[in-house]
């Protein structure tokens, strides 16, 4: 149960801070941004890719590729919001469908993994937090309405669980599981990975940022 109720708390979270807290530290964010994704790398390295090669490795392979340009395919639609970033005109009313859609593909897919893979629930909502938050920031400084930008992130929220439901109850994701699986690992590494990259502006060094990812690493290895 808590595979379906933790994704929907973690954007909810997300609407919360921005709602209450109004936070305007950039430099914070991108920290949250840098510990979720070496959190998520972590849980995929250490649980979630050695459980899945046990089967064909080079048809695993594959299908991790796959994963990884599926995810270059939906960036070109959600223009990155996945991590962290969102490039949407700030006086458009309309609702943004391409950006729903491509998150929506996006969390349903990370959502199949989790009924097998138990770890997987916490580098997802730790990974949804911050991009609820940038999520729920745009919109409410948007001309979108705000029922649009409610039904959005609500929406947004339940597309987890509703990969977890697919999961146990068609027949289809259950004969390739394995496959989808694989599809989803190289999602996380190219989600988790561009995170990385993008949190070390200038290549500087930065000792903050560096024990924040040590940190992640850490601690998603004890869990």
Known sequence: MFTIILPILSVVLGFLIVLILKPKQNKN????????????????????????????????????????????ILEFFSKGAEHGHVHIDKGATAFPWLLFISLSIHSILEGIPIETHHNLVYGIIIHKLPVAIILATFFLASKLSKTNSILFLLFFALMTPLGVFLASNLAFIKS??????????????????????????????????LLTIVSAIVLAYFI
Not at 181 to 192: P, T, W
Request: net charge negative.
């Open 29 to 72: 964010l991108k920290l949250l941004l840098a510990f979720s994704g070496a959190f998520l790398l972590s849980i995929t390295v250490f649980d979630f890719l050695p459980e899945v090669y046990h089967h064909d490795g080079k048809n695993v392979g594959l299908f991790i590729m796959i994963g990884i340009l599926l995810q270059i």
């Open 176 to 209: 390739y599981f394995t496959e989808i699986s694989a599809l989803v690992i190289g999602i996380f590494l190219h989600i988790s990975t561009t995170i990385l990259f993008e949190s070390n502006e200038g290549h500087k060094f930065n000792i903050t940022k």
